[in-house]
């Protein structure tokens, strides 16, 4: 694991954005894993600024999102679906029908299926990921298998209550989702980790120095030939090397 630590957050973020406005220069054809949640959030409004600016396109970009709360219509504010529209799609220049969201209205069978038989046409280039305070990537909670594949995931209770920030009550968060696996986050020929703040600070730590183990999803990276790990001082607070 490549690993760095900023003591400014927007510093952190523009480095990032570079690497991504970099990489799609060199291939703009690339195929991206997109995450959701607050830690992108920042990266995707430094990515429309350089569209806007004319530093990027991303009409032969092909994304694929991670995961996607099971029961929410696509309208539904707090939906992966509204999400990515809202904070990245409808800013840029990207071709929807080249955009990738697992379904949380479909049956969830045919939705695991419809959504594996699109990922194996594909090769990801590079997945950004976020990182669950109880080190969840997508929504793969602790004791997820390593070599799961798209699945239905029951949502760890804290990931609810860190989730209901979202929402206007605990009760509203959707207590299942639909994620890609373990196994095809790995796939990827490069992954970008974006952890922030001391919430993640115990997270970070075991995924980067604690034993490999489905206890802790995120430990599965260390066996990853090519990551790069962002952190603000206070995600890396915990670390000891
Ligand atoms: P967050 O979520 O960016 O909203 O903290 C990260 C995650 O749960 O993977």
Redesign the pocket.
Known sequence: MNIQVFEDKNELYSTVAEYYINYINQKPNAILGL?T????IPLYKNLIQAYKNGRVSFKDITTFNLDEYIGLPQTHKESYYSFMRHQLFNHIDINLNNTHIPSGILEPNEAIKVYQSQLSKHQIDVQL?????NG???FNEPGTSFESTTQITQLAES?IK??SRMFDSIEEVPTKSITMGIKDIMMANQIIVIATGLN?ADAVLKMIEGPVNESLPASILQKHSNVLVFLDKEAASKLTK
Request: proline fraction near 6%; charge should be neutral; glycine fraction near 24%.
């Open positions: 995450a949640g607050t830690t992108p990921l976020g990182i669950g305070s969840h990537i997508g990931t860190d989730n993640k």
